[in-house]
């Protein structure tokens, strides 16, 4: 079926590793992109084409992906990496979003 | 640096249309997925369609009915239009370019990389 699943919710001690993952058919033929969202506002693009970082997104911020599984890892979480993060792929021409992981930085 | 500006009405009721625009700024308009997304209160984000700039056009299943969304290469805009909106289409809503090529050797690649800042949209009676 065309879904990307994502677990919930997920924490992280502050400055520790921390792995968000997505699930999904199309995952076996699309490279993952990954969007972080803070309340209010708009998402903003944090990996694409698996592990690729726009200008100004910390390296502490990387992406794998394996099977029909793509993962976002967070390298010594900081305190403002507390967020929604949504994973997006595509399938036969429909785009999809997982269901959105908030990460809680402890 | 790439702009998305949106606007258009923010409170409808039942049964009328949504209008949005998107103006985009500062960068082409051509090679490029523009994109529309919505985001109900307190849910996650659900992707309603896109148009290259030939007006080549996909839409989510679940909106395919109700949904438009064109382009105005003469001005570098697109716009989306939902029918017969209920309070279940209450949501914000987001203009965004997207991207969608092939990656070598096997893969495609998707993304959104520019994003507006969403217009709240409410149906209410």
């Known amino acids: 079926s065309s879904e990307l699943t994502q677990d919930p919710a997920v924490s992280v001690a502050l400055g520790q590793t921390v792995r968000i993952t997505c699930q999904g058919d199309?995952?076996?033929?699309?490279?993952a992109s990954w969007y972080q969202q803070k309340p209010g506002q708009a998402p903003i693009l944090v990996i694409y084409d698996k592990n690729d970082r726009p200008s100004g997104i910390p390296d502490r911020f990387s992406g794998s992906s394996s099977g029909n599984t793509a993962s976002l890892s967070i390298t010594g979480a900081q305190a403002e990496d507390e967020a929604d993060y949504y994973c997006?792929?595509?399938?036969?021409?429909?785009?999809?979003f997982g269901g959105g992981t908030k990460l809680t930085v402890l | 640096q790439v702009q998305l500006q949106q606007w258009g009405a923010g409170l409808l009721k039942p049964s009328e249309t949504l209008s949005l625009t998107c103006a985009v700024y500062g960068g082409s308009f051509s090679g490029y997925y523009w994109s529309w997304v919505r985001q109900p209160p307190g849910k996650g984000l659900e992707w309603i369609g896109e148009s290259n700039d030939s007006g080549n056009t996909n839409y989510n299943p679940s909106l395919k009915s109700r949904v438009t969304i064109s382009v105005d290469t003469s001005k570098n805009q697109f716009s989306l239009t939902l029918r017969s909106v209920t309070a279940a289409d209450t949501a914000v809503f987001y203009c965004a370019r997207g991207r969608w090529r092939r990656s070598p050797p096997d893969y495609f690649s998707y993304y959104m990389d520019v994003w507006g800042k969403g217009t709240t949209v409410t149906v209410s009676s």
């Open positions: 199309s995952l076996r033929r699309n490279h």
């Open positions: 997006n792929s595509r399938d036969n021409n429909v785009g999809l």
